[in-house]
C-alpha cells in the first residue's frame, strides 16, 4: 500500500470526529469526498492515531480509541425494540370525537383545479 499524504486540516478535523461516541465514517465527514477520507483514516489507523472497527453487517467506523469502537458496537448490537405501532395504525381517538379547535389552529384551503385539468395525482375527477 503506498503511502498516503495526510492534510493536516483533514487530519485535525478525523481527530475530533473519532473523539465522539459514534465515531465517524467516510462518508460523514463533510467537506471532502468519502474516496479521499478513507484512504486518509486508514493512514491514521496504521499510524496508531485512529481505531478501525466495523459494526455488525454495516461499513467502516474510525474512533479515537478501541473503548470507544467497543462501547459502540455492543450498543449496536442491542436488539431495537419491538414498536406496537404498523403503517396501518388507527387514530387513538373516535371517529365521532368533537375537534380540538384552537387559537393555533391553521386552516388551509386548497385553490380548485385549473380549468381543464380532469386527472393528476392532485386533482381527481
Known amino acids: ?4 499524504a495526510v492534510n493536516t486540516v483533514l487530519k485535525a478535523t478525523l481527530s475530533v470526529l473519532a473523539a ?8 460523514e465527514v463533510s467537506g471532502y ?22 459494526p455488525m453487517h454495516r461499513g467502516v467506523r474510525y474512533f479515537a480509541n478501541e473503548a ?7 450498543a449496536q448490537t442491542e436488539k431495537p ?3 406496537l405501532l404498523s403503517p396501518r395504525t388507527r387514530a387513538t ?6 375537534m ?18 380532469f386527472r393528476s395525482n392532485t386533482y381527481s375527477r
Do not use: C, H
Not at 68 to 74: D, G
Open 93 to 98: 381517538w373516535a371517529k365521532d370525537a368533537p
Open 33 to 54: 469526498p468519502s474516496k479521499r477520507v478513507g484512504p486518509v483514516a486508514e493512514a491514521l489507523v496504521q499510524e496508531g492515531l485512529l481505531y478501525r472497527s466495523k
Open 68 to 74: 470507544l469502537a467497543t462501547a459502540f458496537v455492543s
Open 100 to 117: 380540538n379547535i384552537t387559537a393555533d389552529t391553521k386552516f388551509t384551503r386548497a385553490p380548485s383545479p385549473p380549468t381543464g385539468v
Open 1 to 4: 500500500m503506498s503511502r498516503v
Open 81 to 83: 425494540a419491538k414498536t
Open 20 to 27: 465522539r461516541a459514534v465515531g465517524f465514517s467516510a462518508d
